[in-house]
């Protein structure tokens, strides 16, 4: 029986860093190209919607109303870009979440661009669709049991039966995040497993986290801290960079009176939004903030695809086999009995 392996905390969560060190040029190429496919449909989604909101921009200019056919021709074009950004959202984020788990938990990057929409990809979608089933279902039941015990409190009219039916709804919505949880951590290495392995994994990632439930726990639980840190720091730094650009347009603001003329202001707002620097600015501000998205999700996957290929024998201190029986030596070998003469009235002795 093979001993357990023990599960390394810091490289849990510092494995995107690990695998960066180890190969950094794969790593920042998967990343770039991540970044691009991001700004690539972001750029496609604005130009999608530059239609509608210049519409809304010429008629506050001119102060019109919209009639009934130009408030349904915005809806339907509002509709099939809405329907087109949800199953591109899908897309870029199958081939995003693929290119990562190739190079994180397969050790592998396709050659030239490594963002792919192949098997790898339909896999993960498969995964993702079950893992969604699974997760929704669990919280649907206990929204259902919450139901329940609203709906019985409610009936009782007050009284014992009231307090003992919150309590219940308090229960069940206590438990329904505790399985949620629970299923999410177990669970959790299932689309890293199933690209290091090349098959649909679901079952087969439940052993993965046996006996490390609570250390995987802290360990999304630290990287969501830190994720979270990272994030806001950046968030911060991005509106500081605006500062410079909006104190004038703000200062101008505060000294107009409180009758100013809205024109004047929507032109102030557009002049000072549409100046060089504050585009410049913007796509500064734009780029920074998806190539901080896109290495938060790298470090994400990073700790199921730890998982995976810890539990493959693929990363860490490797399982070390039994220490086998020593073999059992052989018998000593037996000497043979002195030959005394008497048999065959032979006295072994020479004739006079």
């Not at 010429?58 to 199953?87: K, N, Y």
């Amino acid at each position: 029986m093979q001993p357990e392996k023990p599960y390394e905390f810091t490289d849990a969560v510092f494995y995107f860093f690990k695998v960066l060190s180890r190969r950094p040029g794969k790593t920042l190429w998967v990343g770039f190209w991540n970044a691009v496919l991001y700004l690539v449909f972001a750029g496609l989604f604005v130009w999608a919607l530059l239609p509608f909101y210049l519409g809304i921009f010429d008629l506050a200019l001119t102060g019109q109303e919209p009639d009934t056919g130009q408030i349904l021709s915005m809806m339907s074009s509002m509709a099939w870009i809405g329907l087109l950004t949800t199953f591109g959202s899908i897309v870029v984020a199958l081939m995003a979440q693929g290119a990562w788990l190739r190079l994180l938990a397969r050790d592998e990057v396709a050659g030239g661009i490594p963002l792919r929409f192949g098997s790898d990809e339909f896999r993960l979608l498969g995964v993702n669709i079950l893992l969604i089933v699974i997760i929704f279902g669990t919280y649907l039941a206990g929204v259902i049991l919450v139901g329940v015990a609203i709906a019985i409190g409610a009936a009782a009219d007050g009284g014992a039966v009231t307090i003992l039916a919150v309590l219940l709804g308090v229960a069940a919505f206590v438990a329904a995040i505790g399985v949620l949880i629970f299923l999410s951590i177990r669970l959790s290495a299932a689309a890293a497993l199933t690209v290091l392995d090349q098959k649909i994994r679901i079952s087969g990632a439940w052993p993965v986290t046996k006996g490390i439930f609570w250390w995987v726990f802290l360990t999304y639980l630290v990287l969501a801290l830190i994720i979270a840190f990272a994030s806001s720091t950046i968030s911060s730094f991005v509106q500081l960079m605006f500062l410079p650009m909006l104190v004038p347009m703000f200062t101008e603001l505060g000294q107009m009176s409180g009758s100013a003329d809205p024109d004047m202001v929507f032109e102030l707002f557009m002049s000072t939004f549409t100046s060089p620097g504050v585009i410049a600015l913007f796509v500064v501000a734009v780029i920074i903030s998806v190539v901080g998205q896109i290495f938060y999700e790298g470090m994400w996957h990073s700790v199921g695809a730890y998982l995976a290929r810890r539990h493959r024998d693929l990363e860490g201190t490797p399982s070390e086999p039994a220490v086998p029986a020593a073999p059992t030596p052989p018998p000593a070998p037996v000497a043979p009995a002195a030959n005394t003469g008497d048999a065959g009235g032979d006295s072994g002795s020479s004739p006079n």
